[in-house]
């Protein structure tokens, strides 16, 4: 069985601050990788993905992620944070060959300080 | 294309009543899943179809049934529902294979 691990639920940065919302995972096939933000009142929206290849995936908004296969982890980074960035972050892992099943962690909550 | 479409966006029912909620999608994706979001919880997966005719339990489907008639067309069902059902659902489908989740609008259900 899969499972992820987003600790802590909330981190708050300063507006040009690094953003870095952790994420690890447990998965016993090669996993994909998954990083939604969800805005108030909205739904979920894909910022980026790690399927196969390049570790370093770039997504929107500015932001990417590392896929460390030592440490099962996919960290998702912003070097300057915005104030548009203020939402809530998901961390998901799809083990290959179960494509219904994206399991996701608990969220964490950004807010960005002007 | 209107990607993935849940009605009703709102929905308060009483407790013991039952209702369906409906997900359409126009992208002509096998795979098609419904999620809960509560406080803390992430979201977690209720029930989920890889093709028409297909269909299986997910993480917490007690109290909830699915059928899957055509490709387009997922829809939820709670059969008595209860306080502990209210929640935010969403419906999502994907392609398979890495390509990523579409995810509806979601349905924000109260039962009182």
């Known amino acids: 069985a899969q499972s992820v691990t987003q600790l802590g639920s909330h981190v708050s940065v300063s507006e040009g601050a690094l953003v870095l919302l952790r994420c690890n995972y447990s998965?016993?096939?090669?996993?994909?990788l998954f990083w939604y933000v969800q805005y108030p009142n909205q739904g979920l929206q894909l910022l980026l993905k790690?399927?196969?290849?390049?570790?370093l995936v770039k997504g929107i908004n500015g932001f990417e992620a590392e896929f460390k296969k030592s440490e099962t982890s996919f960290h998702l980074t912003k070097p300057s944070a915005h104030m548009s960035d203020a939402a809530e972050y998901f961390c998901?892992?799809?083990?290959?060959?179960?494509?219904?099943?994206?399991?996701f962690g608990k969220g964490i909550t950004l807010s960005v300080r002007p | 294309n209107a990607g993935v479409t849940q009605t009703p966006k709102f929905q308060v029912l009483k407790t013991g009543q039952s209702m369906t909620l409906q997900c359409a999608q126009d992208?002509?994706?096998?795979?098609m899943s419904w999620y809960r979001q509560d406080p803390g919880m992430g979201l977690r997966l209720i029930h989920y179809?890889?093709?028409?005719?297909i269909t299986d339990q997910g993480e917490v489907p007690n109290g909830y049934n699915v059928s899957r008639s055509t490709t387009e067309d997922f829809p939820l069902r709670l059969l008595s529902a209860a306080p502990s059902q209210t929640s935010v659902y969403f419906c999502?489908?994907?392609?398979?294979w890495g390509g990523g989740y579409t995810f509806g609008s979601g349905t924000r259900l109260t039962v009182v």
């Open positions: 998901a892992v799809n083990p290959t060959g179960a494509n219904s099943k994206l399991t």
């Open positions: 998965s016993s096939v090669p996993p994909y």
């Open positions: 790690y399927t196969t290849g390049a570790t």
């Open positions: 992208m002509n994706h096998e795979y």
């Open positions: 179809s890889v093709g028409a005719g």
């Open positions: 999502a489908i994907t392609q398979g």
